[in-house]
């Protein structure tokens, strides 16, 4: 295994841990997000689902607006074409898109399927994802395994959501 390998695969353990201590806490010590109306019915949680996921987008809002900028003050981006001076950002953007979609859905199922009292875990799920989209993008900045705890932890508790919610649907 090559030394940036080992980075890699240091980053994600570090993610995996990160992640699970935090949503751990986060969610069990603590009564954000609203109490959800007694007979909730799947409207109201999938509005506050998608009232959490703004925040989620904001990250894909961000990279869009910083290869605008990039494009608007250097000379050899502005043309549209590729551009190394923005390259990073095109694919924190790329990624961003690939993993907001995924999110999304896996928050949409979840917010369905939980008891109302476990609905505040879109919001820190939400949180994870946001948290996952910052570390990735100052890494890729840095270098190629620095992006990895970013990485696993906008990606493990996406993957953690579908676990659950087809193990929900199976069972």
């Not at 799947?42 to 894909?60: D, G, H, I, M, P």
């Not at 949409?108 to 919001?123: E, F, N």
């Amino acid at each position: 295994m090559s030394n940036d390998q080992k980075k890699v695969l240091s980053g994600m353990a570090a993610a995996v841990v990160f992640s699970a201590t935090f949503f751990e806490v986060v969610f069990r010590l603590t009564d954000i997000g609203p109490t959800p109306p007694s007979g909730i019915e799947t409207s109201w949680r999938l509005a506050y689902a998608l009232k959490c996921e703004v925040f989620a987008a904001l990250c894909l809002l961000a990279g869009v607006a910083k290869i605008a900028n990039r494009r608007f003050f250097i000379p050899d981006a502005i043309g549209g074409g590729p551009s190394p001076s923005i390259e990073s950002d095109q694919r924190y953007l790329q990624n961003t898109l690939e993993q907001l979609v995924l999110a999304i859905v896996a928050h949409l199922a979840l917010v369905t399927i939980v008891a109302p009292q476990s609905i505040r875990a879109v919001a820190v799920l939400v949180m994870l994802f946001v948290i996952g989209r910052v570390t990735f993008w100052v890494g890729y900045h840095r270098s190629g395994p620095a992006r990895a705890f970013g990485f696993a932890t906008t990606f493990y508790p996406t993957v953690a959501a579908y676990a659950f919610v087809v193990y929900r649907i199976v069972a």
